[in-house]
């Protein structure tokens, strides 16, 4: 497996449809304090430009799920860290990198469903559509991208390659 040359989605193009996304859930959360709960390790690079995008008064919490393993699912999901503050009464906003199968999505919503939080809802950096398993809604979606498996901006390859500020496709080498 390498690299794309070229990135799939740029910086700017990344960080100007942050920007959208930030002045949406602006409007979106206008008098409403905000608890976003960043999935790790994924959302936090996504995470971190998009706060800084929204001007509505917000708390910062984190969730860790750990479900794949290089480029391929392990079949379970495992919740490892939790929110330290309790939910109830929050408008939570998730904040993932990718929503694939959105097998680990749909356990983390599951979590939080009986928290008695006043709402849930889910802005993901990717949506790949075509490798849904588990029906999962996004409120706000970055890009919606065709069934390439994609690191930088926070995505990994075993680890690697989060650091990067584009998306990338990882591409086998014998094509
Ligand atoms: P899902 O449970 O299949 O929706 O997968 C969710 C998690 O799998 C994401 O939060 C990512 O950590 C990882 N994942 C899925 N697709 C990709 C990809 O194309 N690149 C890197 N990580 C991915
Ligand atoms: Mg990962």
Redo the contacts with the bound molecule.
């Keep these: 497996m390498r690299l794309s040359e070229h990135p799939l989605i740029g910086a700017e193009t990344i960080q100007a449809r942050v920007r959208e996304l930030g002045a949406q859930i602006t409007t979106d959360y206008a008098g409403r304090e905000l608890m976003v709960i960043v999935?790790l390790k994924?959302g936090l690079l996504f995470a971190a430009d998009l706060l800084r995008a929204i001007r509505v008064p917000l708390s910062l919490e984190y969730i860790r799920a750990k479900?794949?393993d290089g480029d391929h699912?392990q079949g379970h999901v495992e919740l490892r860290v939790l929110p330290e503050q309790p939910l109830r009464g929050k408008h939570v906003l998730f904040v993932?990198?990718?929503?694939?199968?959105?097998?680990?999505?749909a356990a983390i919503m599951d979590t939080a469903k009986d928290s008695g939080a006043a709402s849930i809802q889910l802005c993901v950096l990717l949506d790949?559509p075509s490798?849904r398993t588990t029906p999962v809604h996004a409120d706000y979606v970055g890009f919606t991208i065709d069934d390439?498996?994609?690191?930088g901006y926070g995505?990994?390859?075993d680890e690697h390659h989060r650091e990067l500020p584009a998306i990338h496709v990882m591409e086998n080498s014998f094509k």
């Design positions: 999935v994924g479900s794949y699912s993932e990198d990718i929503l694939d199968t959105g097998r680990t999505t790949k490798h390439h498996f994609v690191v995505l990994d390859f």
